[in-house]
């Protein structure tokens, strides 16, 4: 046993040497962003990749100013808060409908679902611009919210109906005995019992929102509807030479949500390796 | 007496009439009150648009006014004319063949490691996942730059004396293609890492016992107890990411638009300069379906190897 275990010691050694560079790579680019983020553009000039030799914290600030960002975070905050919003809303209520109320022909509607989330985005974006510039939807951060509202709707649907199976329904069966109707059941009792299920999906749409780049690409482009990615986007194609200021303003966008992350990264890996089928 | 006796059969009558009205209500019209908002936003959004395309595949459309029809026109010239939809086809498989061999083989191999260890194991896990929770446009800067051949890397080897290091990847036609898509895997690994990882975990302890007992040494212990035990994972990851390489846009639109000359052009960029840029919004929609059309064919290619008994 002894011996055993000593093997198993010592046979470690490579384990942790090979998961160290790993890390290394996994890091280190993310390392020297925070480093240029801090330095003066000579600096960077001379000493692109190592630590600053002055701390030129004015970055941020000018960053900040000159990439527009109290605009474009109030965009990217109406964006995240209302999709969450209406995705654990409306997702929530469909969720229990299915968990709970089994209503004739609920497999069809699971189904269409599940084949909906796998169809190629390409198939269906370009008939969907035209049809938002016919609607008036096109440039305008509601119809945004409308096609990412749609587009999670797959995942916190299944998410959400199998977090509400796994709890028990004598809570909402002694609800209706006295009396109440299915909306009360829903935010009386549902709603504070599966608080779990639903933060972890407000966590995976909200991170999935806040990062996302394509559609937004495509459905605004009124720099001042400019989401923090698009304007970012635009800001690093305006401002190529300014590796400062790029990194300052990276900075500041990847900071919120590495500190989420890291604060309820289990909950966030569960969610994003169980429904989030995102490349 | 029975004048009062007709009165409660009638009360009975409308009771009943009632009874079976609020259980229609309550088993049928409530539930589906329930699934409707979302099923009408993911129909308006999602099926409407994707059946229209089949039709706008078949017509020559701005995307104003009246879409024209010409039949298979467009698909006759994508297949038999359209050098570009060739080249971002041809790309569109290197970067199959990429995805699903180095992120799998990369991913394999450190969840094989990081399974074996206890102590910081949670730690490794989170570390390595963070790429994956960052934004494609932070994440393609930063490559931009650390690619590039004057600050980055390449450049900075070349100053330190290590003659020819500094490569423009990215400006380069042989190598722009595959320097994004060394990008999107370091974005993309850890995530498949911490899934087979999770599929390592709920493999069996004894399983290995009985291996160590048969006098297995490491690497037999991985090819015949760990790959075995994660295979439906594996497979489904596999047909996942074939169908996903399909619709890359994101990496290449940030880091080349499809350049230097075309080298690195995809269905994705190309759909969409088809349609945002030059306004073919019915050459788009083909291009869009025959993308679909790989995608069905890959899932189609898995479903018919597990019927034939493939154990994927």
Redesign the interface.
Known sequence: MNLLGQRRQT??A???I??GL??L???C??V??GF?SVKSNID??QN??GPPRALHLENYPTAWEVGGFANTTLNSVYLVVSTVAGVLM??G??A???AR??????NL?ML??LG?S??????????????W?TLGLYNTLYGLT??Y???N??LA?FLLRSYMLSLPADFEDAARVDGAN?LQV?FRIVLPLSWPGFLTVGLVVA?GV??E??IA??FVNDPKLFP???S??QF?SRFTRD?AL?SAA?VM??LP??II??AL?RR??EG??QGG?R? | MAHAQEVSAVGQKTTLRSKAGRRFF???V???L??M???I??L???????L??FY?SLTEWS??GEAEFIGLENFRELIFEDMTYRRALRNNLVWLSFFITVPFILAL??AG??A??RR?SMF???????????????VA??????LSPS???G??LAKAGVEGADIAFLGNTKLALLAIAFVDN?H?W??LM??FL?AMQSIPVDLYDAAKIDGAN?WQEFWNVTIPGIRPTLAFMLM??A??S?????YV??LTQGGPAGASEV??TM??KQ??NRFE?GY??A???T??LF?VMI?GLFTFLRRRGWEI
């Not at chain 1, 198939?123 to 049809?131: G, R, T």
């Not at chain 2, 490794?124 to 932070?138: E, N």
């Not at chain 2, 399909?246 to 994101?250: A, N, P």
């Open positions: 046979s470690l490579p384990n942790y090979i998961l790993l890390l790579f996994a890091l680019p993310l020297i962003l240029n960077i000039a692109p990749l409306l997702g209520l469909a229990y409908s299915l109320l089994n209503p004739p022909g609920s509607f269409y679902m909906g796998t169809l190629p985005i390409w198939l269906f974006l370009v008939p969907l611009f035209f049809l510039r409308i096609i509202i749609a587009l709707s797959p649907v299915e829903f991170l806040w990062s780049f394509q690409l495509i923090v990615t698009t970012y986007y690093t590796w790029t990276a966008m990847i949500i590495l992350f890291l990264q966030f890996i994003l390796t089928l490349a | 309550r088993k049928i409530v539930p589906w329930f699934i908002p979302i099923f936003i993911h308006i959004v999602v099926a409407g648009p994707s229209s395309a706008y995307g104003l191999v450190t490691f990081l074996q260890v910081g490794f896990r989170t570390a390595l996942f963070i790429p994956y929770i960052l934004p494609s446009v932070i800067s930063i490559w931009r730059n650390l600050v980055g890397i450049g900075q370091w993309f850890g995530f911490v899934l999770a490491r996942m990411v169908v996903w399909f619709l890359v846009f994101e639109w940030l269905l994705g759909i969409f349609a945002f919004a788009a929609a291009i869009g379906l993308m679909s995608a899932i």
